[in-house]
């Protein structure tokens, strides 16, 4: 594996190119976890459309969400789409939160983790998404974008499942303290997002892209 294959060197490369990014994009821990139940299979900018629908209602808190019916807590965030499945969730997170409160903000990472996925709904991205950009804590989060780009630039070999993609990435950076660690992975987290929006895209943009990996040109025309 050479130095284009490296998490920190692929890191490195797109913050140079992209600069800083500056997410996640909300105003409270809880209006995060909010976005990262709404997220699950929809584009984020639906997902804000929802949550608005939440806050011009004055439900956008625990006791907000919790306040409404499940069928009228989906009507508002019908945009984020899956608004059924979705507004179950995110009550039944919202009865979790609230009894589990005190004692999260205090756990390490791992329990936290673990007390997450065993929320009905939280699976590990969704869990991940949670635990940097809400509690701070210095995790990794993997997504179809992440998978894509690591692919293609040979950083992953393609079948690997989400613990052993994290779990590298976070060695990889683990000489750094933790509060880095939180800031790192949110920036790589973005940065990651941009780069497969403007470049590594389902059919790639290859043409100015700042990585040039080398991914197989007959899969890469540029246009
Ligand atoms: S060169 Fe093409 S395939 Fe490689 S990272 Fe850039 S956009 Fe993606």
């Given amino acids: 594996m050479g130095e284009e294959a490296n998490p ?16 996640w994009p909300s105003e409270s821990p809880f209006e995060v976890m909010v976005g990262a139940i709404l997220t699950q ?13 939440l806050r011009v209602n004055q439900l956008l808190s625990v006791e907000g969400i919790l306040s409404v019916s499940q069928s009228e807590l989906a009507e508002l965030i019908r945009p ?3 608004f059924n499945l979705k507004s179950k969730r995110l009550q039944g ?13 205090k756990m390490d990472t791992n329990r936290l983790r673990e007390a997450l996925l065993g929320v009905n709904g939280v ?4 869990a991940d998404d949670i635990l940097l950009y809400a509690f701070e804590r210095p995790v990794f989060v993997v997504d179809a974008y992440t998978r894509r780009i690591f692919q293609r630039t040979g950083i992953l ?33 973005a940065l990651i997002v941009a780069h497969a929006k403007q470049h ?8 100015g892209c ?4 080398g991914y197989p040109s007959t899969q890469a025309s540029s246009r």
């Fill in 8 to 23: 920190i060197h692929l890191f490195r490369q797109l913050h140079h190119h992209y600069g800083p990014q500056h997410w």
């Fill in 41 to 53: 299979n929809t584009a984020w900018e639906r997902v804000e459309t929802a949550i608005e629908n």
């Fill in 80 to 82: 984020s789409g899956y």
């Fill in 93 to 105: 997170y919202c009865s979790w939160y609230m009894e589990h409160e005190e004692q999260l903000w």
């Fill in 123 to 126: 699976g590990p991205e969704t």
């Fill in 157 to 189: 070999s393609g079948d690997e499942s989400y613990e052993p993609i994290r779990s590298r990435v976070e060695q990889a950076f683990s000489a750094e303290g933790g509060e880095i660690r939180v800031q790192q992975f949110n920036e790589f987290h």
């Fill in 200 to 207: 590594c895209r389902t059919r790639p943009l290859c043409d």
């Fill in 210 to 213: 700042p990585l040039r990996c």
